[in-house]
């Protein structure tokens, strides 16, 4: 595999720059902003609740804050999701990471998740929100991680994205090559889940990954820096 030649800024900009701990300060969010500010990271990912502030402390710089929906265990209803969403839109939000119903898609139930992916797409689209769909492969099989993929492809979130983080299983090159090769190419995929070092993130975008959630994205870019 080619190690992808990128500048400091070009690896920066693949990172969602993440903070998604139960016990996360209003300092914590604060360093969150400044640093992705700082190193020109695409986003910052949180729980909802802290979106207004983010964006307030975010305004004038090109960051985005993203807030995720149904996290991290899926199991709301649909209309609750859509409804989480769009709140955290209203109060600034412009890109949405949301967590599938994995139950349901173990039941085999995969009409509602194209519904509910459907219902989200609408909701976020029509507000100019971006919208990453969990997938949380680590409980899926290579089958029902396809399946999702190939309603992905039809319905058109703007990425699908592997894990939370917070399950048994994070990002593996297999499932990045799976998740590229079936969602087409007009969704693009998120490695996300145990993101912790520069070989990861370089692995990960070599198979197509274009964005990448990690907390630690600054030690990853300080190690592309210092290693140049």
């Keep these: 595999m080619t190690r992808p030649d990128l500048s400091d800024a070009e690896l920066a900009r693949h990172f969602d720059h993440t903070l998604l701990k139960p016990d996360a300060t209003r ?5 969150l902003c400044r640093e992705a500010v700082e190193y020109g990271f695409a986003m910052v990912a949180i729980n909802p609740g802290p979106v ?4 307030a402390q975010l305004t004038g710089s090109p960051v985005h804050v993203g807030a995720a929906i149904a996290f991290p265990l899926g199991q709301n209803t649909t209309a ?12 600034g939000a412009d890109e949405i990471d949301y967590v599938i119903d994995v139950g349901r898609v173990k039941d085999g139930d995969f009409d509602h998740a194209e519904r509910e992916m459907a219902a989200m797409v609408e909701a ?29 492809r039809r319905v058109g979130p703007d990425f699908v994205k592997t ?7 994070g990002a593996t090159p297999e499932d990045i090559a799976l998740l590229v090769a079936e969602v087409g190419p007009q ?5 996300a889940g145990g993101v912790r070092s520069l ?20 030690g990853i870019v300080e190690e592309h820096r210092h290693g140049r």
């Design 80 to 91: 609750q999701k859509v409804a989480e969403a769009v709140s955290a839109i209203d109060d």
């Design 163 to 169: 894990s939370t983080g917070f399950g048994p299983g």
């Design 199 to 218: 070989d990861d993130a370089l692995k990960y975008i070599a198979l197509g990954a274009t964005r990448l959630g990690s907390s630690a994205s600054v």
């Design 27 to 31: 300092a914590g969010f604060e360093r």
């Design 187 to 191: 969704v693009q995929v998120k490695a």
């Design 52 to 55: 207004a502030w983010c964006k």
């Design 124 to 152: 976020c689209r029509g507000r100019g929100a971006l919208l990453k769909v969990i997938l949380e492969t680590c409980y899926l099989t290579r089958e029902e991680k396809v399946a999702l993929a190939r309603i992905a």
